[in-house]
Nanobody, 125 residues
Framework: VQLQASGGGLVQPGASLTVSCAAD????????MAWFRQAQGNEREFVAS????????DYSDSVKGRFTISRVGGKNTVALQMNDPKPEDTGVYLC???????????????????WGQGTLVTVSS
């Protein structure tokens, strides 16, 4: 399983940023994919997930309505578009994968067996 996160950086509050997770073909086609984040000194926190078909998404309450997770089929990539980011969204964003049934979307980090290396997002003016 190969997961490569990219796209992090410094973004101003209220602007937009998209982070991406490139996966190998087998993982992209067969796994539920998720984004978690971890701020310094904090536990790993669920952000969003998308089913293997792309038909179902799930979001944490803190990002619902601001972030959008999607599958980019031609690039075997899962993107997380972050609109109106806030300073509390700062952290290392990690993508994760779980080989699962079509619509299964767990939120627990322990449910995901495969992780990318993470990309740092800093929201600051």
């Amino acid at each position: 399983v190969q997961l490569q996160a990219s796209g992090g950086g410094l973004v101003q509050p209220g602007a937009s940023l998209t982070v991406s997770c490139a996966a190998d073909v087998r993982t992209f086609r067969s796994a539920a994919m998720a984004w978690f984040r971890q701020a310094q000194g904090n536990e790993r926190e669920f952000v969003a997930s998308i089913s293997r078909t792309g038909n179902t998404q799930d979001y944490s309450d803190s990002v619902k309505g601001r972030f959008t997770i999607s599958r980019v089929g031609g690039k075997n990539t899962v993107a997380l578009q972050m609109n109106d980011p806030k300073p509390e969204d700062t952290g290392v964003y990690l993508c994760a994968a779980k080989f699962a049934a079509l619509s299964y979307l767990p939120r627990g980090a322990s449910e995901y067996g495969y992780w990318g290396q993470g990309t740092l997002v800093t929201v600051s003016s």
